[in-house]
């Protein structure tokens, strides 16, 4: 049987359980389905100094176990199912009402009703409908797919250099990459670390001019062009770093405390081609309320393009996402009660 809700909401992350807060506080009927464990990337960060109420810092299990039990409190009900595909009834749960995007940042035109619950969600397990969706899908940090590297997550790799910087005072790091990114997060991990050692593949940097002559002059920072890593080294915490000379074939290691990838992300976003297909496995474009091209489907976190991928950001997106979303129910739920 069909299961109803007010919301659903995809992905249970930060951004996810704040969605969850708010519109269980509303006494909207609520569902969030996560895959996995509960709280995305930040489940697997061991120290958090920069989310505000926490001047000791706070490991990432804390933090999302807390923000579970809040949104319970509200009423929130969660599933652990992966959702395979998500549709627009255009039926409108067979009052004949046809659903019709009409751009981002528009209000839904009279003939969508989501009062009709007329979003689809399926899992492998069940199909559920709801008035309202919220994506929080997340981007998960493209890999290396190097030995090691899995082994020494949070206790040397990292893949954010905002959060994880400050624990590299005094340090030498690898920062791996060659685009804007790698560039920024290097010039940022260099207030705290000793010396940061930049490799990348190729021959030349694919950053901005301004941030390659940032790095190129700071004297923290030294370059290695045509750097293949190969192995990140370390039994509790990184000790080194194999590279290879991409000309040479000749291999070497680089002693350091840490190594910061960032070579790209890759959003989740491959089963919404259906709903998006100019976006197709890449980030989802939302208006000021994060509501996406879609009327009703909005879109919170690192999934959203022009996020800043940082804890306090997600839960602020989710925070606008559930309160539009109440608005968006109620506004046409409204507008049915007087046809």
């Not at 046809?98 to 069940?126: W, Y």
């Not at 910061?260 to 919404?272: M, S």
Request: hydrophobic residues 40%.
């Amino acid at each position: 049987m069909e299961q109803h809700f007010d919301i659903i909401i995809v992905g249970g992350g930060p951004a996810s359980l704040s969605a969850a807060i708010y519109a269980g506080r509303a006494e909207l009927k609520t569902l969030v389905f996560e895959r996995m464990a509960l709280g995305g990337q930040v489940a697997g960060t061991w120290q958090i100094d920069n989310y505000p109420g926490f001047p000791e810092g706070i490991d990432g299990p804390e933090l999302i176990r807390r923000m579970e039990a809040h949104a319970r409190r509200f009423g929130t009900e969660f599933r652990n199912e992966e959702v395979t595909r998500i549709a627009l009834d255009e039926t409108g749960g067979g009052t004949g009402i046809r659903l019709r995007p009409d751009g981002i940042g528009k209000a839904a035109s009279a003939e969508f009703l989501p009062a009709c619950r007329n979003i689809v969600v399926a899992t492998r397990e069940s199909v559920y409908r709801s008035r309202t969706l919220i994506l929080a899908t997340g981007a998960d940090p493209r890999k290396l797919h190097v030995p090691g590297e899995e082994e020494l997550r949070g206790r040397g790799v990292s893949y954010c250099g905002t959060c994880d910087g400050p624990f590299f005072r005094k340090k030498h790091v690898v920062v791996v990459g060659g685009g804007d990114s790698a560039c920024k997060e290097a010039l940022f991990i260099s207030r705290f670390a000793e010396h940061i050692t930049i490799v990348l593949r190729s021959g030349e940097f694919r950053a901005e001019k301004i941030y390659q002559t940032e790095v190129q002059k700071h004297p923290g920072i030294s370059v290695q062009f045509n750097t293949v890593v190969e192995r990140i080294n370390g039994k509790e915490r990184v000790a080194s770093v194999s590279v290879r000379d991409a000309k040479s074939g000749q291999t070497r290691e680089i002693p350091c405390d840490g190594v910061f990838i960032f070579i790209g992300h890759e959003p989740n976003t491959g089963f919404l081609c259906n709903l998006f297909p100019n976006q197709c496995m890449g980030e989802i474009e939302t208006d000021l309320n994060m509501m996406s091209s879609v009327p009703g489907i909005f879109v919170i976190g690192d999934v959203r393009k022009h996020s800043y991928r940082q804890i306090a950001t997600a839960v602020g997106e989710g925070a606008t996402a559930a309160i539009a979303a109440e608005h968006f129910i109620a506004e046409h739920a409204a507008g049915k009660n007087t046809q």
